[in-house]
């Protein structure tokens, strides 16, 4: 199969005309043909950490949950605690198998009582739709895949809120995960105060037929103030110095919340979910191994796959690696088997044959002050 083929088989964003036209680079992502870059990654990375930057993440998934129910079933296929949630407010949830391993990381909203938005990822999109229907029997719960029909734009940096103000006032005022109901374009949207890349920022969830409207009058806003358009590139570079974690690379059915260094979103007192005896069990006898953070300390730009060596013993492999715009140094996280090495350990991660030295750091790689 040709690559030409294999673009043209992808699914596109309603955005798709847009990202050509300003020179998006195109690659396949899950299933989508998405830009990865518009000028340099190190260039749209920058422009999100002092300014702002606007992303297609029309990919995501959203799942609507309505009904007398909503709130209990979302409470049994969430390590999270949703009962927290008052209207307007979100928070950053896992979902779990039996044996605690994670099924997804989602974003889940109290839109109003008995009414919530689950925000999910693409690869995952079908098969989370799936699991939260089958956990839905016998709950008086309606679950809505709306996916298909929205789009998704996030608008990150420290310069957002000015931005924001071209589509809504009022979002500015949202607090952080905080999440609100508004008419955009004669239309229902949503607007979220979440993120992928450590900074502040928006979400804008909106009738797919509306996506390019919506995003056009950010960059148009944004203009002055330094807003790029953003790919895939540097969202990976922001959210791994962010410490974010990669759904498939850094988490999946096979790690558990708390080897991922997640354990604050696993809320046992809560009552019973989903994972919760696994989980109780692992925090019993303790992890065998953690996703831990490292940082190179000689020149190199570490992959995904890359061997960890400590003591001449090779304990891990990094699971997420790049090379950090903001430290100037390579970085990653992978699942090492001596789960208690301290920050400041010295170790090496072994790059085309060749040791390089490299040392357990504490994470994030970056914090927003």
Not at 91 to 99: Q, T
Request: proline share 4%.
């Amino acid at each position: 199969m040709t690559r030409m083929t294999t673009i043209e088989s992808l699914q596109r964003t309603s955005l798709h005309a847009l990202h050509t036209e300003l020179g998006g680079r195109m690659v396949s992502f899950h299933g989508w043909e998405l830009p990865v870059q518009f000028s340099s990654i190190i260039t749209e990375h920058r422009a999100v950490r002092s300014a702002a930057g606007l992303f297609d993440v029309s990919h995501m998934g959203q799942v609507f949950v309505e009904g007398p129910g909503a709130l209990a079933l979302l409470q049994r296929v969430n390590s999270n605690d949703i009962s927290r949630l008052q209207d307007g407010r979100g928070l950053y949830s896992h979902m779990l198998n039996e044996n605690g391993g994670v099924v997804d990381d989602v974003i889940v909203s109290r839109l109003a009582e008995n009414r919530y938005l689950v925000v999910v990822n693409a690869a995952t999109r079908e098969g989370d739709a799936a699991w939260i229907r089958r956990a839905a029997e016998g709950f008086d719960v309606a679950v809505e895949d709306r996916s298909e029909a929205l789009g998704m734009i996030a608008l990150q940096g420290p310069l957002s809120e000015k931005i924001m103000e071209a589509l809504s006032t009022d979002a500015v005022a949202l607090p952080r995960f905080g999440a609100m109901k508004l008419e955009l374009f004669g239309r229902s949207a949503w607007i979220t105060r979440t993120g992928y890349t450590g900074e502040d920022g928006f979400e804008v969830i909106c009738a797919r037929e509306l996506a390019t409207r919506a995003w056009q009058t950010l960059q148009a806003r944004g203009a002055s103030f330094g807003l790029l358009p953003c790919g895939l590139g540097a969202r990976d570079t922001l959210r791994l110095e962010a410490g974010y974690l990669l759904y498939g690379s850094d988490i999946d059915g096979e790690h558990t919340p708390y080897e991922a260094g997640y354990g604050w979103v696993v809320k046992l007192k809560k009552g019973e979910f989903i994972g919760k005896a696994a989980l109780e069990k692992q925090k019993t006898e303790g992890i065998r191994r953690r996703l831990t953070p490292l940082k190179l300390l000689e020149r190199g730009v570490p992959r995904s796959g890359s061997e960890v060596v400590f003591e001449g013993e090779k304990i891990g492999t990094l699971a997420s690696a790049t090379f950090s715009p903001t430290l100037q140094a390579g970085i990653g996280v992978g699942y090492l088997n001596r789960p208690e090495l301290p920050a400041g350990t010295p170790l090496s991660v072994t790059l085309h044959g060749r040791a390089v030295a490299a040392e357990v750091v504490e994470g994030p790689f970056y914090k927003r002050t």
